[in-house]
């Protein structure tokens, strides 16, 4: 879970398909790209099929540009960081940090070589070979179905998802979901709205201590 926040903008500047579509999304990417700062409403459902209730909890994404990337759930005492390529989980009291590995075993390895790319030079077809990203498009909605390309049997039993699957409101140029399967029928999905653009927002919120 340690590069999920990656996902909060690589997929708003991937796009592929027809011409319309990444007119579209290029719009709602280029709001991104102009913003310093922004905030969001975000609600985690962890999902396990071995239990009978979902396991919900409400918080807040949070993005600066000279900083980095966070979701705060202050209730559960769950923060998730990105500061370049540094990656902080606190959970339950406890701080874990990892860095990018090039290994491309988990979705937010994926997706933070995707917003390298796409960052570095507005290419969208110098994508990541560590996955194969589709995307498809009815009504006002792009969904994003990203999964991993790996031709090793044993790393392959090692990944910790099989696919992520993202959805844009083109209209409104906006991230409302990502969802992470898990093995099995397990996934971690996040909702997203209220967006706010370049807010005001509080170093604190970068800080791990602020929940634990």
Do not use: W
Not at 57 to 69: I, S
Not at 80 to 87: E, I, Q, W
Not at 125 to 132: F, G, P, S, V
Not at 201 to 212: A, I, L
């Amino acid at each position: 879970m340690k590069r999920l926040l990656t996902i909060i903008l690589a997929t708003l500047f991937f796009t592929s398909g027809t011409y319309a579509q990444q007119t579209q999304i290029n719009s709602a990417a280029s709001k991104y790209r102009a913003a310093n700062t922004l905030t969001a409403d975000v609600r985690q459902t962890r999902h396990n099929a071995a239990m009978t209730k979902d396991d919900v909890c409400n918080g807040h994404l949070y993005y600066k540009k000279t900083v980095g990337v966070s979701m705060v759930f202050t209730d559960t005492k769950q923060m998730l960081l990105m500061a370049g390529d540094t990656f902080t989980m606190v959970s339950a009291g406890k701080q874990s940090t990892t860095k990018a590995n090039g290994k491309g075993n988990n979705p937010f390895e994926v997706l933070s070589d995707v917003l390298g790319n796409l960052l570095a030079n507005g290419d969208f077809n110098n994508l990541t070979k560590m996955a194969d990203v589709k995307a498809n498009t009815q009504g006002n909605t792009c969904t994003l179905t990203v999964t991993p390309v790996v031709s090793d049997p044993k790393m392959k039993r090692r990944m910790m998802y099989t696919s992520c699957v993202v959805t844009i409101d083109l209209k409104a140029g906006e991230l409302r979901t990502v969802r992470i399967n898990e093995r099995g029928e397990n996934y971690t999905q996040y909702d997203f709205s209220g967006f706010v653009f370049n807010a005001n927002v509080s170093g604190k919120v970068f800080d791990p201590q602020t929940v634990m």
